[in-house]
Each structure stands twice: as C-alpha cells, then as structure tokens.
T-cell receptor
Framework: NAGVTQTPKFRILKIGQSMTLQCTQDMNHNYMYWYRQDPGMGLKLIYYSVGAGITDKGEVPNGYNVSRSTTEDFPLRLELAAPSQTSVYFC????????????FGDGTRLSIL | QKEVEQNSGPLSVPEGAIASLNCTYSDRGSQSFFWYRQYSGKSPELIMFIYSNGDKEDGRFTAQLNKASQYVSLLIRDSQPSDSATYLCAVNQAGTALIFGKGTTLSVSS
C-alpha cells in the first residue's frame, strides 16, 4: 500500500531555476491537491484537480503550474524559483469531494537559495 | 475570508490526563470537519472526521461538533507521550478545498 508518493524528499534550488515536484497515488482517487506549509503555519492550498485533465487554482497559485494527464499523477511545476517558495510541499488525494478525508504524501522539503 | 482558528499552544498535559484541543471556524456553511496529527518533520495524518453535531468516539479520541457555536474539539483520553505532536483542524464547506488552522502543539509529559 504505497498511498501517495512524493519525490524528491529534499531539494535545494538556486534562485531562477525551475523544477517539478512529482506526486503519484495508487488509490484511484479522482481528487488531488498540492499544499505548502511554512514554519508554524497551516497548510495553504496551491492547486487542486478533480480528475484527469481538470485543474484549478487554490489560495496561493502564483509561481506554480500543474497538469493532470492521468488519474495517478499530479506534478507541480515551479518556474523561476524564488526564496519565498522555500517551504514544505505536500501532495494529497481524496476519494470524492471535500467532505472526504484527504490522504497525504510524505512531503518535499524545498529550499531556494 | 473563511478562517479556522486554533490556539497555537503549547498545550502541556501530564501522562494519563485528558487533552482538550479546540477549533473555531468562521463559515456557517461548513459541513465537514477533520482533525489531523502532525509529528515534527512528518506529514499530516488523519485522526478523526465528523459531519454531524454531537460526539464521535474512536478509541481514546473523541471529536465534538457544535455547529451553532461554530466550534469543533478533539479530546484525547489517557494521553501518552507518543501523542505529543501538532494537531491540525481542517474545515470544508460544500466544495473541494479544506481550510486548515495553524495547529495546536500538544506536549504530554511522562
């Protein structure tokens, strides 16, 4: 039971570089989410998807892009990395709409220097 | 703006005591309520969810919901040092996104 798998676990980027955070789930969940968590703060929604080919912005989407070509995968793309994007990123999935529990991956700790 | 408020703590309780964690929310239309536990450096882990007014029990955990007061709480009975973590309250209206509180840090001393 892999659940939600995120790669990489850690990454250091230089300002202006770009990268893709990978997320895959094996629970056949339609709903997937990307959050960021800054120290001492709750989780902020970046983007979400309600199914393959459908994505929408969350609370803090600026500087990020997503795609959802399959049910299993929901990668998050950072273009032109900035120090403000230093954070821990969590991917989650759920079986249904927001009234269903979300299951989280282990997270990616990203530092922009 | 929809908000979920939690006391950041730390909430300190001795081993074996009852820990009471509280959460208030601003959106009266909220329908689903979740408690997640997050150990330092780890991802959130679902502890409880509740949809209806009243109490819901699962082992040592009890979630309490009062929609009239816009208040949800989590009780942990017989607290153990392994319960020491940050507890996140999350609330959902009739949509997709969860709104998370900043979390309450619980410390259980042996």
């Amino acid at each position: 039971n892999a659940g939600v798998t995120q790669t990489p676990k850690f990454r250091i980027l230089k300002i202006g570089q770009s990268m893709t955070l990978q997320c895959t789930q094996d629970m056949n969940h339609n709903y997937m989410y990307w959050y960021r968590q800054d120290p001492g703060m709750g989780l902020k929604l970046i983007y979400y998807s309600v199914g393959a080919g459908i994505t929408d912005k969350g609370e803090v989407p600026n500087g990020y892009n997503v795609s959802r070509s399959t049910t299993e995968d929901f990668p998050l793309r950072l273009e032109l990395a900035a120090p403000s994007q230093t954070s821990v990123y969590f991917c989650a999935s759920s079986d249904g709409q927001g009234n269903q529990p979300q299951h989280f991956g282990d997270g990616t700790r990203l530092s922009i220097l | 703006q929809k908000e979920v408020e939690q006391n950041s703590g730390p909430l300190s309780v001795p081993e074996g005591a009852i820990a009471s964690l509280n959460c208030t929310y601003s959106d009266r239309g909220s329908q689903s309520f979740f408690w997640y536990r997050q150990y330092s450096g780890k991802s959130p882990e679902l502890i409880m969810f509740i949809y209806s007014n009243g109490d819901k029990e699962d082992g040592r955990f009890t979630a309490q919901l009062n929609k009239a007061s816009q208040y949800v709480s989590l009780l942990i009975r017989d607290s153990q040092p392994s319960d020491s973590a940050t507890y996140l309250c999350a609330v959902n209206q009739a949509g997709t996104a969860l709104i998370f509180g900043k979390g309450t840090t619980l410390s259980v001393s042996s």
